[in-house]
């Protein structure tokens, strides 16, 4: 059994499907802070808080959880400057709550949910996994120190893990079962797609003068689906005997706000309003990922790299849910 927590969002929920379709056997573990029992397709949900360290021994004693994956952390990057403690606690503090219970019952397996923001600004371009990681906001601090915390607690403990680090995870499950829950992010396809659906007025196009194509930022998108299966291709890099590793998971292809604003207009067919405004305060110019790493260790390639799938994912699932 795989225990899959924050199975109830984003990113957990598609994993959820890809790992049963694949024939595992999954349970759910999620407060609900900001998942959805409606996106918990497959397995139990169980209703809980990892600040709760005997919720969790709970789970363990009910089923025979042979690895864990782990998605529930709070992710926004401007909510982690102005809380840090929310950040700190919940994505360091309760991560340390799930490893002390799983080495308690002698789990060794533990996928977790990193992020491009453990290298903070870019010194070059594509960004491999020997870039240098200095992150700029307590947000990439908490998955930076977890992954400092999982190399020790492998050397210590032998617990066998893996790192993902996502560059700018977006779209929804092809079949549309699954998606990014409208109204509940504050990225830019989510907010484009709030904007075309009328939620928003406008999508703010955040600074206008980077040195780039059109001026506009560019980021390495990846569809949620592709990053489902890298999860797979990991837990079975682990059971095949695989040392503990950190990988980067983008396309290696960035684009820029201006064409993801282009081609919500193409899919959508809505001419909705676009506002050039001013630059967000720590966004780098460009965010590119070099995954060659995971292409050859983990067999690993992404399937839905061009930005209309993507796009076109995401808002069926939109128009579904809204
Ligand atoms: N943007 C806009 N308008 C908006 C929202 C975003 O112009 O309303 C721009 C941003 O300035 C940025 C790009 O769109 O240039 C993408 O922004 P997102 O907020 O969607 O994503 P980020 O690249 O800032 O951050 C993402 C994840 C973080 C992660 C980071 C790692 O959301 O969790 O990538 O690089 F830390």
Known sequence: MILIVGGAGYIGSHINKELNKQGFETVVFDNLASGR????KWGELIIGDLGNIEEIRNVFKKYKIDAVFHFAAFKAVGESVTNPQKYYKNNICNTLNLLEV????DVKKFIFSSSAAVFGS?????IDEKHPQNPINPYGETKLIMEHVLRDYSKAYGLKYVSLRYFNACGADLESEVGEWPGSSANLIPMVLDAAIGRREDIKIFGTDYPTKDGTCI???IHVTDLAVAHILAFEYLNNGGE???FNLGNG????????VDMAKEVTKIDFKVVESDKREGDPAVLVADSAKAQKVLGWKSEYADLKTIIES?????LKKS
């Open 122 to 126: 870019p010194q070059y371009m594509p």
């Open 314 to 318: 995401a808002w069926s699932w939109h």
């Open 37 to 40: 029992k409606e996106l918990v």
């Open 253 to 260: 292809r960035g684009f820029s706000v201006k064409e993801v």
């Open 244 to 246: 503990s590793d950190c």
């Open 219 to 221: 980021r390495d998108y």
């Open 102 to 105: 799983m080495l308690e019952n």
